[in-house]
């Protein structure tokens, strides 16, 4: 009988990573066997995030994104396949949502100073408003056999709703190719994590309070094998007389969103598909909006303004854990 011991899984050592990108950072926190090669996975990290933005940037001229929006109508353009991925995803999500997900809304997003202009063009956003619209998935087709895309009707498209979603998925299947197995991974806010900790815990993810030139944390969540996006008013905006208007465009009115909801947060398997409903059902508001992440057995948590405080709406699995 053989007296030798197991092999035993070697220790695992903690890696954190970062970097910058979109105008943001880029974080990873991950545990892997001592040794590892950092300067190559933050090589390979860089790259990956460095791919999105080159792609779908809209303050980049040259960017694949800025040459589709600049194509002539009808005409067919090739396009990359990370680029092609979230289109026909963005497509999706605004059907799904009701055309609250629009990324067909690039011209209020410049008029309204969020875009490389930074300037409020109010003559420009009230004549907009003015226009008859269509959704991007009315206007937008796609040959994914040929990853081709063309416009059937002029339109400027925006992806500042899901590309820095897709930039955190990018993020871990970097790491994965690693062999990375255990990590959490995000831009500014938008995480997503796979597996537990060596001590058997799971990431912890702070809520940030959306507080308008503050940064404070409201609570944390734990997370594994999953991904969150928060969508709010309270880090881009613009006040005009005594309103706040926040980044995200409401494509029915045709103007930015202001209210009394906040935020809204939404954990989801990728997080594209977190980044895009957080920015949809943000948009819907806390009726339609929760309504509709019940009948999608959503989970998610709406924040609300309420006097000098906040009252939450979460939603879990589709079921209504607390009311505002």
Excluded at 36 to 65: C, H, I, P, Y
Excluded at 294 to 310: H, I
Aim: charged share 20%.
């Amino acid at each position: 009988m053989s007296t030798e011991m197991p092999m035993l899984p070697p220790a695992l050592q903690r890696y954190s990573l970062n970097g910058a990108t979109m105008g943001t950072l880029y974080s990873a926190v991950f545990f892997a066997p001592p040794g590892l090669d950092e300067q190559a996975v933050n090589a390979g990290l860089f790259n990956a995030v460095d791919r999105v933005d080159q792609q779908m940037s809209t303050w980049k001229a040259d960017s694949d994104l800025c040459r589709l929006n600049t194509a002539p109508v009808g005409q067919w353009q090739a396009v990359p396949r990370e680029l092609l991925q979230v289109l026909h995803t963005a497509l999706l999500v605004s059907r799904e949502s009701g055309g609250a997900f629009d990324i067909g809304v690039g011209d209020l997003v410049s008029a309204w100073g969020f875009g490389p202009a930074k300037q409020l063009d109010e003559q420009r956003a009230n004549a907009l408003r003015m226009q008859q619209r269509k959704p991007a998935s009315e206007v937008l087709e796609i040959d994914s056999s040929t990853a081709r895309v063309r416009k059937v009707e002029p339109v400027a498209l925006d992806l500042s709703g899901i590309a820095k979603g897709f930039g955190v998925d990018e993020l871990a299947r970097c790491l994965e190719r690693f062999g990375v197995t255990r990590y959490l991974v995000g831009i500014d806010g938008e995480m997503r994590a796979r597996g537990l900790k060596p001590d058997g815990q799971a990431w912890a993810v702070a809520i940030e309070k959306p507080l308008r030139g503050v940064r404070e944390v409201m609570g944390v969540m734990e997370l594994t094998n999953a991904a969150i996006a928060t969508s709010g008013d309270y880090r881009h905006w613009v006040e005009v007389g005594n309103t706040h208007y926040a980044h995200t465009m409401d494509p029915a009115r045709q103007m930015p969103l202001s209210g009394e909801l906040a935020a809204v947060s939404v954990v989801e398997s990728r997080c594209m598909l977190a980044d895009a409903w957080a920015t949809a059902l943000m948009v819907l508001g806390v009726e339609a909006g929760s309504k509709l992440a019940q009948r999608r057995g959503m989970d998610a948590l709406f924040v609300l303004r309420d006097g000098e405080g906040f009252k939450e709406l979460s939603i879990v699995g589709g079921q209504v854990q607390t009311q505002c």
